[in-house]
């Protein structure tokens, strides 16, 4: 059941996450301004993603609340504090500068998979990972290429609280996502109970960060039009995709879906503009191409492998360390 959600949930995450600048850009006003509040949209994705989770586990019976849930609010938390750290940042750098670095977020993914998950990688899929990194910052150069205005090397800038905020966006990010994953998968709970907890955390913290950052209630829908409830819906599907994914799958399966993604809204861009896909861009499509197929071939480490094992295991996406039975260690052990 879970693998056919996840073969149906993939391409729709990847259609949504492709589509998103194009969507955001769609909204811009005559001045290139986005005219609605980040942190009423965020509060909104948060409050929708919740809703939907409860609707789907309304027939659990399997509800309980206790003590150790305040885990939950670990990456809501973080998750709460990237998404304005995100508009923070960009007024110590250019955006293009804040673009290319945020593909360090494959790294830091990777560095708190292995750290907290302790897993392990062949040389061959740290290969493949490489070129997955590498390919997604060269796809983010290539789409320069198609806004000329907003490439102008002269204009390329970065503070050394620019260079700091960076650092530790990045690695927050990776720590929410797999800190997700650990009580996810620790957790035998239904993935929609663990959601509610997830996401009544993270609408807590955005409404008051919202009502901080709103100068009065009458501004929280203020720019706000079918565009805009069109990006809190599919955002929110896409949230609830991504979860699915971290409990059911990895999060490595879901950098692979985030580059994939990247090559597509890229493409989107390409096509509305008239433009002709650039020779980087081809390029970063052949190397996520190439490190899909180079890790999900990739055999396991004959020494890893438990004793009783009589078939030589294939790690795929969706779960790079078939060979390890063992389960995930606790949050309190791992983080």
């Known amino acids: 059941m879970a693998s056919m959600a996840l073969v149906g949930g993939v391409p729709v995450a990847v259609a949504i996450t492709g589509t998103h600048s194009f969507l955001l850009a769609l909204t811009k006003d005559d001045t290139g301004r986005i005219p609605f509040s980040s942190a009423s949209v965020v509060l909104l994705q948060e409050t929708t ?24 609010l670990v990456p809501s938390l973080c998750y709460a504090l990237n998404n304005n750290a995100a508009i923070l940042l960009q007024r110590h750098m250019d955006s293009a500068t804040f673009q290319v670095l945020c593909n360090f977020k494959t790294v830091t993914t990777v560095l708190c998979f292995y750290l907290l998950l302790r897993r392990t990688f062949t040389p061959r899929k740290w290969l493949a990972l490489l070129i997955l990194f590498l390919s997604g910052t060269l796809n983010t150069v290539s789409g320069f290429q198609l806004h000329a205005t907003e490439w102008n090397p002269a204009s390329v800038f970065i503070t050394p609280i620019g260079v700091v905020g960076m650092l530790l966006y990045c690695f927050n990010s990776g720590f929410a ?5 650990v009580i996810m998968k620790r957790n ?7 959601s509610i907890k997830l996401y009544f955390g993270g609408a807590v913290i955005n409404a008051v ?31 609830i995709i991504y979860g ?36 980087p861009f081809l390029c970063s499509a052949a190397g996520v191409l190439a ?45």
């Open 177 to 181: 996502s797999v800190y997700s994953e």
């Open 209 to 239: 960060l919202a009502a901080i950052s709103l100068h009065s209630p009458a501004d929280f829908f203020t720019g706000f039009s079918d565009l805009t409830w069109a990006i809190i819906l599919t955002q929110a599907i896409n949230g």
């Open 49 to 72: 993603k919740l809703l939907i989770s409860i609707a789907f586990s309304l027939s659990s019976r399997t509800w309980s609340v206790s003590t150790s849930d305040w885990v939950y």
């Open 244 to 279: 699915y994914v971290i409990k059911h799958a990895s999060n490595i399966l879901r950098l692979f879906i985030v580059a994939v993604s990247m090559l597509l809204a890229t493409a989107t861009s390409a096509v509305v503009l008239g433009a002709h896909l650039s020779f």
């Open 188 to 194: 035998p709970e239904p993935f929609f109970v663990q």
């Open 291 to 335: 490190a899909i197929v180079l890790f999900n071939t990739a055999a396991g480490d004959p020494k890893q492998k438990p004793k009783h094992s009589k078939h030589n295991h294939r790690n795929t996406l969706s779960n790079p360390n078939a060979h390890h039975h063992s389960p995930p260690p606790s949050p309190t052990k791992t983080v």
